[in-house]
């Protein structure tokens, strides 16, 4: 096992690029772990334990297959159609307006991979079920925070404007 630490700071810019560099690191690992804690003013530490996959070894920067193919992130286009893009758009609100709430960082809710995964499929995403068969969103995630998602995507596909956050745990 191999353990990779990353620091998130919590200005807008310095998060995002923190969590592209995160985002990128999970492509084609195992995680077996993560670790986080505020390390200073301003920033997080995260520690994440992880072997990587047999294709990592031999091709750097792919994925791993050893998950089944419907919980693989495909490679896709770089561009969002205006739908996707809007949908996208209000995951990343709906993602930060949740992470505020609970006093985590964003990454902790969804990986930009996820919600530009569910922005492009969120035509065919309707049951629990389908959000847990995305790679790095999974059982856990699903169970916190799949209702929402569920409901926030139903909202975004009949209606123009929706809520970005309701807490559907009470």
Same mark, same amino acid.
């Given at each position: ?68 193919? &419907? ?8 561009? =969002? /159609? ?8 209000? +995951?990343? %609100? ?48 699903? &169970? ?8 926030? =995507? /139903? ?8 809520? +970005?956050? %309701?807490?559907?745990?009470?």
């Amino acid at each position: 096992m191999r353990c990779r630490h990353f620091i998130i700071r919590f200005t807008t810019q310095d998060t995002h690029n923190d969590e592209a560099r995160i985002n990128e690191f999970l492509q084609g690992i195992h995680v077996h772990s993560v670790q986080t804690s505020v390390s200073a003013p301003g920033c997080c530490s995260v520690l994440i334990f992880y072997e990587e996959a047999p294709s990592q070894v031999s091709r750097p920067n792919r994925s791993s297959n050893n998950l089944p193919e &419907t919980a693989i992130l495909q490679p896709e286009e770089p561009t =969002l /159609t205006p739908e996707q893009q809007r949908i996208y758009d209000r +995951l990343r %609100e709906w993602r930060g307006e949740r992470a505020a709430a609970e006093g985590k960082p964003a990454y902790v809710i969804a990986h930009n991979a996820v919600l530009m995964h569910i922005a492009r499929h969120h035509m065919t995403i309707h049951t629990a079920e389908e959000l847990a068969s995305i790679k790095h969103f999974g059982p856990a995630r699903t &169970t916190r925070y799949g209702p929402a998602l569920l409901h926030l =995507l /139903t909202l975004l596909t009949t209606s123009t404007e929706a809520p +970005l956050f %309701e807490d559907t745990d009470t």
